[in-house]
């Protein structure tokens, strides 16, 4: 009934069209229990705190755009301690864990700056039609009989396991009981900032605004100094948080110094309902709410005026670019070019998988590089280092944690990713020949080898060490076979 309430005061209220983003603000989770896997012995390379990545093309994303063929990269309690060329580094690190490239790449771990984890559990479940219809005949009946505390674990667990193989480091997510799924991805090892949701609806996990408040207030204490978890608070948007709560989210998230998270100018129908309101576009009215500062990552910013863009860049706002969930749902083109020649920082996000389909941010970056030259009609706009920047350096500037993560650079956190560079689809240039050629255009996901996160190796030769995969797809074909029947359980 939740549910319903919730499409309908929207629908009454004049919006014509909702975001799949919207999602996020209506499913109800929970989370008790540790998983299992976690308990377990790591393995000799997993519990290494000295590494040596060695012996590939060092692709550094640093503000010179060093690149190091035949490089290598040391790590040492979490961090980066010397990048260099291998012959330089190797004597001095002889007793390290040696990681070998064998020929590839050595790069950033890459930067999901926008998604809704649990989601993966509905991939597929409805695809290419009107948004209503999808939202109101498929997912949302679906939220309302299928998703509880097990459906959030299981979903984040599947996710992380994607994305991880993918070569994505950290990631940017917005839902609810975000607290268990800051459990499970402390639990497989990643980095990520979680936003806490909050939405001027009854949700599952908190019936009232003043009950979201003190969930997020108590979730965002319970992780705070952790070394990869950045707890955070996500107002859902502009049209589903009154001015007074968004005015107040801002407040509670500058008190607390924690990010705050929202969708912001995503499709038409939330423009033109904002207009009518307050007679002003997205980006002004947060502006005129005074909410628009550094700490502020927008999630997707499809419309903003050249005004607005001016704007953004002056009150430094992140925005995570999501060009293909953009494109499903035929939203339209986000304006990134001007955005980052204006010198907003623009990160790269996958959204949901419910409305993606997948979390591969290497189809992103292929797609936000050709899409801004289809619709610009300039191929020279957003080339292969920027698409591959806005996955990493500008990614973590866009989140505010550029001089933590997003470059190979000494004292920096050591989340770091090698890619195979030896594919027939990649073949025959030498990776160092042009890297940034090689990764934005031809390489897949399937190509990531090894995966770093602070200092720890989680992925080695393409097996994610941290999580049982077998036991996961086991729960999510579970979990995804009630969906399908109609069993509620
Ligand atoms: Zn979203």
């Known amino acids: 009934m939740i549910f319903r309430t919730m499409i309908s005061d929207i629908l009454s209220t004049g919006l014509r069209r909702i975001s799949p983003c919207a999602l996020a603000g209506c499913l109800a989770l929970a989370c008790q229990t540790a998983p299992d896997w976690a308990g377990r012995a790591q393995t000799e390379s997993e519990s290494a705190t000295h590494l040596l990545v060695t012996g590939g093309t060092v692709v550094t994303m640093d503000d010179e755009g060093t690149v190091i063929p035949d490089g290598a990269v040391a790590i040492e309690d979490g961090r980066i301690t010397a990048v260099g060329p291998r012959a330089e580094l190797q004597p001095a690190h002889a007793e390290a864990y040696q990681v070998s490239a064998d020929g590839g790449v050595i790069m950033p771990g890459l930067i999901n700056a926008h998604t809704h984890v649990p989601m993966v559990l509905f991939r597929g479940l409805a695809d290419d039609l009107e948004l209503m219809d999808w939202l109101e005949n498929h997912i949302f009946p679906a939220e309302a009989e299928h998703v509880d505390e097990e459906f959030v674990r299981v979903g984040t667990r599947l996710a992380c396991l994607e994305m991880l193989r993918g070569g994505i480091t950290t990631f940017v997510d917005g839902y609810y009981f975000e607290d268990a799924i800051a459990e ?75 990010p705050l998270l929202i969708h912001l100018a995503e499709d038409r129908g939330e423009i033109e309902r904002v207009t009518q309101a307050t007679g002003m576009t997205s980006v002004d009215y947060l502006e005129s709410l005074g909410i628009l500062d550094q700490r502020v990552l927008a999630a997707h910013m499809v419309f903003p005026s050249p005004s607005e863009i ?14 293909q969930s953009n494109m499903k749902i035929a939203a339209g083109v986000a304006p990134v070019a001007a955005m980052i020649e204006a010198g907003v920082a623009v990160g790269l996000g996958t959204d949901g998988a419910a409305s993606n389909n997948d979390l591969n941010l290497w189809e992103e970056i292929d797609t936000a590089a050709k899409l801004a030259k289809v619709t610009t009609g300039d191929p020279t706009v957003l080339d292969a280092r920027q698409a591959i920047a806005m996955a990493t350096i500008e990614g973590a500037r866009a989140i505010g944690m550029a001089a933590d993560i997003g ?5 920096k956190r050591a989340d770091l990713i090698v890619v195979s560079a030896d594919g027939f689809h990649q073949q025959p240039q030498p990776a160092a020949l042009n890297p940034y050629s090689l990764l934005a255009y031809a390489t897949k996901a399937s190509d990531v080898r090894h995966v770093i996160v602070e200092g720890r190796l989680v992925v080695e030769n393409g097996r994610v060490l941290t999580l049982d995969a077998d036991t996961v797809l086991e729960e999510a074909t579970a979990i995804r076979r009630r969906i399908t029947d109609g069993s509620s359980h």
Request: proline share 4%.
């Open 407 to 411: 470059s190979l650079e000494v004292g």
């Open 184 to 258: 499970e991805v402390e639990a497989c090892g990643m980095r990520a900032v979680l936003g806490s949701t909050l939405i001027d609806f009854p949700a599952p996990d908190n019936e009232t605004w003043e009950e979201a408040i003190a969930y997020a207030r108590a979730f965002i204490e319970k992780w705070r100094g952790h070394s990869t978890i950045t707890a955070a608070l996500g107002p859902h948007s502009s049209y589903t948080v009154s001015a007074e709560h968004l005015v107040e989210a801002h407040a509670i998230a500058t008190a607390l110094d924690v």
């Open 310 to 323: 001016e704007l953004l860049a002056h009150r430094d706002v992140g925005v995570a670019h999501c060009p």
